[in-house]
């Protein structure tokens, strides 16, 4: 494990006496974060492509623009959303417009930019695949918790979001 900063007692701590290397403490619950972003995002896209015939990003695409008004959000506002690149949501929703579920056109206000837009029939996708993807998260994270851990996490959600992006608003 010294790669991620951990050393025993009789190894040699590198030159570099200006890294904070983890602590042992530390290092657990950075080997359990690590091990959580590995495996609950396999977990989430393979419920969603087996049962929905979607992946993890297109339905979060899909459901960011169930909730907002109109069902239309501008592209650049939604890859904020789904945290994915503009060029990533582009092709992504040129999948989705393939496929009768999303349809691009230029803004009313602002010719300049593109709003992506749900349509009916990737509505009514991402509403039936929305049950088996809730009970997904609730089994897998919601239940695995008590309500004191999930206001833990929560906070802790929060707080390395704010580090990753001070620009974004609260969680």
Same mark, same amino acid.
């Given at each position: 494990? !010294?790669?991620?900063?951990?050393?025993?007692?009789?190894? &040699?701590? &590198? $030159?570099?006496?200006?890294?904070?290397?983890?602590?042992? !403490?530390?290092?657990?619950?950075?080997?359990?974060? !690590?091990?959580?972003?590995?495996?609950? &995002?396999?977990?989430?896209?393979?419920?969603?492509?087996?049962?929905?015939?979607?992946?993890?990003?297109?339905?979060?695409?899909?459901?960011?623009?169930?909730?907002?008004? +109109?069902?239309?959000?501008?592209?650049?506002?939604?890859?904020?959303?789904?945290?994915?690149?503009?060029?990533?949501?582009?092709?992504?929703?040129?999948?989705?417009?393939?496929?009768?579920?999303?349809?691009?056109?230029?803004?009313?206000?602002?010719?300049?930019?593109?709003? $992506?837009?749900?349509?009916?029939?990737?509505?009514?996708?991402?509403?039936? !695949?929305?049950?088996?993807?809730?009970?997904?998260?609730?089994?897998?994270?919601?239940?695995?918790?008590?309500?004191?851990?999930?206001?833990?996490?929560?906070?802790? +959600?929060?707080?390395?979001?704010?580090?990753?992006? &001070?620009?974004? +608003?609260?969680?």
């Amino acid at each position: 494990m !010294a790669a991620e900063g951990a050393r025993t007692a009789e190894e &040699p701590r &590198p $030159a570099d006496e200006d890294v904070r290397w983890l602590e042992p !403490a530390e290092l657990e619950a950075w080997l359990a974060l !690590a091990a959580l972003l590995f495996k609950l &995002p396999g977990v989430l896209d393979y419920q969603l492509q087996r049962d929905s015939d979607l992946t993890h990003f297109e339905y979060l695409v899909m459901a960011g623009l169930s909730e907002s008004p +109109g069902h239309s959000r501008r592209m650049s506002d939604l890859a904020g959303f789904a945290n994915g690149s503009l060029s990533r949501l582009s092709h992504v929703v040129k999948r989705l417009e393939k496929r009768g579920f999303v349809v691009r056109r230029p803004s009313e206000e602002d010719g300049r930019i593109t709003v $992506a837009t749900l349509t009916a029939a990737g509505y009514a996708q991402v509403v039936a !695949a929305a049950p088996g993807h809730v009970a997904t998260v609730r089994e897998y994270v919601i239940d695995a918790l008590t309500p004191e851990q999930l206001a833990q996490l929560k906070a802790i +959600g929060a707080a390395i979001h704010q580090k990753l992006d &001070p620009s974004a +608003g609260p969680c």
